[in-house]
């Protein structure tokens, strides 16, 4: 399996302009994630979907942030307007969801996003 | 209160050296799992190992040990003869099941850096 997958690598945009991160979970897992990395607030989470259906957003942290999951293979978190505050590392991961396997989370690479 | 506290912040330790990382976590939960992640610095989120509540067994692999004690609510993580690969954040995580679903909850992690 080629695990979970995150594009772009790196993200260098201007403030004010939209940014689109990317990320195809692993085949199979029910639960897509999305984390935000930065060094003052640790791993954050933003939001998670289960089935493809969003379940918890309220780690987002403001209207500027949405996420799409079209179907099982493929997720989007979008930023518009950009601002440099949101400059961070974006980390997609899935799982199995149900307890009793204890499923640890699989992470993608991270996309670092840079806004200047 | 935190659900998972990992109290240091930064170790600096001299190859070949043991050194322990400590986590300290709080769940009412009777069933949980208990996780390491490394995140070395390419960045990407590495899983080293998961417990469940039930299991307290130490656990060895290679050089590193992990020291799960229910009564303290701790699992800590020993790496001993530390090498420069060691050099990383690790984190240490716990999982909950919310609604048939593990809520992860990571610590704020440890930065350990291995000198030559």
């Known amino acids: 399996d080629a695990g979970v997958i995150q594009s772009p690598r790196h993200e260098v945009t201007e403030m004010g302009q939209e940014v689109t991160l990317r990320c195809k979970p692993i085949?199979?897992?029910?639960?897509l994630f999305w984390y935000r990395q930065t060094m003052m607030r640790g791993l954050e989470l933003l939001i998670y979907f289960n089935n493809n259906v969003p379940i918890d957003d309220s780690g987002m942290p403001e209207d500027r942030f949405s996420a799409k999951m079209p179907n099982a293979s493929f997720s989007t978190l979008k930023i518009q307007p950009s601002e440099p505050r949101d400059s961070a590392v974006y980390f997609c991961?899935?799982?199995?969801?149900?307890?009793?396997f204890g499923y640890g989370y699989t992470f993608g690479s991270g996309t670092r996003l840079t806004v200047v | 209160a935190q659900k998972v506290t990992q109290a240091q912040t930064e170790i600096s330790v001299v190859e070949k050296e043991d050194v322990t990382l400590d986590c300290v976590y709080e769940t009412r939960d009777t069933t949980y799992y208990l996780f390491w992640y490394k995140q070395p610095p390419s960045g990407e989120l590495v899983f080293l190992i998961r417990r469940n509540s039930f299991d307290e067994q130490n656990e060895i692999s290679g050089r590193y040990s992990w020291n799960f004690q229910k009564s303290t609510s701790s699992f800590n993580f020993t790496i001993t003869a530390s090498q420069v690969v060691d050099s990383a954040v690790y984190f240490c995580?716990?999982?909950?099941?919310?609604?048939?679903?593990?809520?992860?909850?990571f610590g704020s992690g440890t930065k350990l850096n291995v000198k030559p």
């Open positions: 991961a899935s799982s199995l969801g149900r307890q009793e």
């Open positions: 995580a716990l999982s909950e099941a919310i609604d048939n679903f593990n809520k992860f909850y």
């Open positions: 085949s199979g897992h029910d639960y």
